[in-house]
């Protein structure tokens, strides 16, 4: 498989906290897909690093790139409710990129 | 944003029927995908088609399996005769190019029941 040990998690935390989901592949890959999905619909993309960014920001969204130990992180600062989704890291294998998906993370903000 | 439109929503069949799976992508992208999702597992990639031709599969994409966009219509996935393990959502997706930094956009997916 393309990924390690990887993570269905689930997480639950309280509105207003910072979460941080990880997970780690196994092969070369230049680019890694962060994706949510929400119940019912398909994933849709939410922030995308490349293996030459260590680090890329979006709104409250960092997503970290670390290619030495084949890893990636996604942190959401200040949790909403709406954030409540499962959330999947991706990596595009070839040159035609499918995308080759870990397990996700389903993360619960409540009130 | 671009949208990814996937006809039906549900689909139940009894086991060895033909079961065509529809997605209409977003109207200028040139890739497109179909990936399965089995409840409470990780989305796992089928097969990607572009200029008509499909150019990469996986081990999931049974010879019963196949695909298709006549005229730049729909982009079809057909399985006959469907299998009980064929039972999962099947989600189309397309991109503008094929290069790994490109997003794909997904469709809400097409949940097969196979009796």
């Known amino acids: 498989s393309q990924w390690g040990e990887e993570n269905l998690q689930a997480l639950s935390i309280q509105e207003g906290e910072d979460v941080t989901m990880n997970c780690s592949y196994k092969t070369y890959t230049t680019v ?5 999905q929400d119940s019912g619909r398909g994933p849709a993309l939410i922030i995308l690093i ?4 260590r ?10 790139l670390d290619t030495s130990s084949q890893s990636s992180s996604l942190s959401i600062t200040a949790a909403q409710c709406e954030d409540t989704a499962v959330y999947f890291c991706a990596t595009a294998s070839s040159s035609f990129s499918k995308l080759v998906f870990g397990q996700g993370t389903s993360l619960s903000v409540v009130p | 944003g671009p949208k990814v439109l996937q006809i039906p929503s549900h689909q139940i069949i009894d086991m ?15 890739y497109f995908y179909w990936y399965k999702q089995i409840l409470g597992q990780q989305m796992e990639f089928l097969v990607n088609f ?7 599969k996986s ?15 729909y982009f079809t996935l057909k399985i006959q005769p469907t299998a009980l393990e064929d039972s999962a959502v099947y989600f189309c997706a397309s991109s503008l190019a ?18």
């Open chain 1, 32 to 36: 890694v897909h962060w994706y949510r």
């Open chain 1, 50 to 53: 490349r293996s030459n960014e």
């Open chain 1, 55 to 64: 680090e890329k920001r979006s709104g409250r969204l960092r997503a970290t």
């Open chain 2, 16 to 30: 060895g029927q033909m079961v065509t799976l529809n997605c209409d992508p977003v109207s200028n992208h040139l």
């Open chain 2, 50 to 56: 572009y200029n008509g031709k499909v150019m990469e």
């Open chain 2, 59 to 73: 081990k999931l994409f049974k010879d019963q399996f196949s695909v298709e966009r006549p005229d730049g219509s």
């Open chain 2, 98 to 115: 094929g290069q790994s930094s490109y997003e794909q956009y997904f469709g809400p997916g097409t949940r097969l029941t196979v009796l």
